[in-house]
């Protein structure tokens, strides 16, 4: 009896600690999200700011392409690492580099975006 009873017992603290285990994964994920949404939220807002330069109305797509390539190093940065945690909380078993050609590529849709828009945006050639 005494050992059906620390059976029972290893069982339920085996699972609660596996209960809570998940639990801090889930919330780890959870805030890896939300630090990722964060850096592309920030970055998205400075790269609003250089779209909305007056300095940019002569520029062509070419040049204010290069123009946004370099603008907001820091939140780009930020963005890239947050959203890499992000891929390997939630995808552990990928490999790390096609986590960081998908955070690359998610910085560089982020720009032609912005680039787009701008092209959209600006008078035609008189």
């Known amino acids: 009896m005494r050992r059906l009873m620390l059976g029972a017992a ?6 609660a600690a596996m209960t809570s285990f998940a639990m801090a994964e ?8 939300k630090l990722a949404m964060q850096g592309r939220d ?4 400075c ?21 946004v390539a370099g603008a907001c190093p820091s939140e780009r ?7 890499l945690d992000y ?9 790390s580099g096609a986590h960081l050609a998908t955070a690359n590529r998610a910085v560089e ?13 600006r008078p035609p050639a008189k």
């Not at 919330?27 to 999200?33: F, N, P, S, T, V």
């Open 10 to 15: 290893l069982v339920m603290l085996t699972s």
């Open 109 to 121: 849709a982020a720009q032609k975006d912005i680039v787009t828009a701008f092209v959209k945006r």
């Open 87 to 95: 891929l390997t909380s939630q995808y552990p078993n990928i490999e």
């Open 47 to 67: 790269l609003a700011r250089e779209y909305s330069r007056d300095s940019n109305q002569g520029l062509s797509e070419q040049e204010f392409g290069r123009s």
């Open 77 to 83: 940065q930020y963005y890239r690492v947050a959203l």
């Open 42 to 45: 920030d970055y998205w807002h």
């Open 26 to 33: 889930d919330d780890d994920a959870k805030g890896a999200q």
